[in-house]
């Protein structure tokens, strides 16, 4: 029997940990993740809970999986084992390059036995850190996704939040481009979320802003739209990949290289969303039979596809090791 490597992740970062880790579980894997103490409030018994269970975990633990840059001295000190990184964006596209965070960084890449990185707009700035650094994408939990199920009334959906690290003033003009073409005669519903410091702006334009909700209560929601218009990074976030995976037809401007398939999006230059959108919604069922979303997402994304990937890393800290 092959032997199956004891692993722990520590912290998580868009669901990325607790993904793998739930998928693992289905296959009988002994893996397990632990949350950082400012997911609990940040206070002194939060820390101290969160030191109890590295406790618990570390006779058990043969590797540690280190969610985000800046973070793996948890992984070393009192409780040191062999560990794995996985760089998030903001750790490797700006805190690495910053005087402030550079040092702590580094040490955290440099001591890692295994680093991935998330998107493919990190590869140059991740492999100058990390000549060896690998692409590992974002998984998504299949089984999770709701059937695709189109409201009544043609509903257009942003899915990210309203912040510089979306797109800033490039997303905020998309949706009020957006709103000009195709919500101004009031036959369609434009919405999103309540969610990042712009929020407010998105709600002055008319989009229609849904309040903080569950996980599973969120993908429900985004079940029932027509099209989903993307963050305007070029960079797709798990909410633009959940939206995809339910079949959701998604409206994508200026992908960066490295996706291995943009004919599953309908790619635009940002200033043509608008009207890719009111195109996308003459016949969006026929659409997303064409983009084949869900596939795209199972093929590249899938959590279950992904694990194999995720297990040779863990195989590579531990034979670092010996």
Known sequence: MTHQIRVTQLFDCADVGQTFVDEARRQNKPWRII??????????????????????????????????????KWARGTFSRPYALTLHGTDIRENYWQDQHHAVIKEDIDRAGQVWYTTPDLREKAEQARPDAEYLP?????????????????????????????????????????????????????????WGDRAPEAAALGISLLPRMTKLRFLQELATAHVAVGQTTGVLGVSELQAMG???????????????????????????IAQAVRDSLDDPEALSRKLGGPSYVSQFHGAATLLPRLEAGYAKVLGATE
Request: hydrophobic share 45%; net charge negative.
């Open 35 to 72: 949350q950082g103490p400012w997911t609990r409030g940040g206070t002194k018994l939060a820390y101290y809970r969160f030191r109890m269970e590295q406790a618990a975990a570390f006779p058990r633990t043969e590797v540690w999986h280190v969610n985000m840059g800046g973070r793996a």
């Open 246 to 272: 339910i079949g959701v037809p998604l409206v994508f401007a200026d992908p960066v290289a490295g996706y291995p398939d943009e004919r599953s999006m309908v790619t635009v230059a940002r200033p043509e």
């Open 138 to 194: 974002v998984p998504l939990d299949m089984a999770e996704l709701p059937a695709w199920d189109p409201a009544a009334k043609p509903k257009v959906f942003f899915p990210s939040r309203w912040d510089a690290s979306k797109g800033g003033d490039a997303l905020l003009q998309t949706a009020a481009d957006v709103m000009s073409v195709v919500g101004a005669s009031g036959d369609v519903d434009i919405v999103g979320l309540d």
